[in-house]
């Protein structure tokens, strides 16, 4: 059991049967009335938002997920196939279960899963993959105007704008908490 006093960002607790992540708090001492905290979480499912605040010394049960790291494989006509780097049991994944991280995944990426139940919830990806450019509009000479993007299909299917100078074939770098370009990678 957890207690409001415990709580942290990135704790997961059961609200009214349902797994959250806690993504944002503050505890508040009134100076009249009793201690409460002010909650921002997301729920491990569905994703949705919600904000609760809490008296304190409320308890809440910890929920049962479990991460388990494991390599992106391939994609096929069923979906996103990983193996778990332990078991070496292989996971098939659908393009709604993967969510935002299916455009990021390229062949051996190691990712975590987070299980809840024994049942996938979720795809955590690095905070910066490598990915090869797969389709651009090639740069013209003397079109350097400072700033100046352009958009760029990725190998996984992703738009990104990038720079004029990127071309066909190059390796970028993209943070995938935001889905931006950060650098072209030396091969």
Do not use: W
Request: hydrophobic share 35%; with cysteine; aromatic share 8%.
């Amino acid at each position: 059991m957890v207690e409001t006093s415990d709580f942290h960002k990135n704790l997961k607790i059961m609200v009214e049967g349902q797994p959250y992540v806690i993504t944002d708090f503050q505890h508040v001492k009134p100076g009249k009335g009793n201690q409460f905290t002010r909650t921002k979480m997301r729920n491990l499912i569905t994703g949705s938002n919600l904000e609760r605040t809490f008296k304190s010394g409320e308890r809440f049960e910890e929920p049962d997920v479990m991460n388990r790291e494991a390599q992106y494989l391939y994609k096929s006509e069923s979906g996103y196939n990983f193996m778990d780097q332990t078991s070496y049991e292989e996971v098939c994944l659908s393009a709604e279960e993967c969510g935002e991280a299916k455009n990021y995944l390229i062949e051996n990426l190691e990712v975590t899963l987070l299980f809840y139940n024994n049942r996938v919830i979720s795809v955590d990806v690095p905070n910066a993959v490598n990915i090869k450019v797969a389709k651009t509009d090639p740069g013209v000479k003397g079109d350097r105007v400072t700033g100046a993007t352009k958009p760029a299909t990725l190998e996984t299917g992703m738009v990104v704008n990038v720079p004029l100078h990127i071309a066909e074939n190059d390796l970028l770098r993209i943070d995938t908490r935001t889905g931006l370009y950060v650098e072209r990678v030396n091969k």
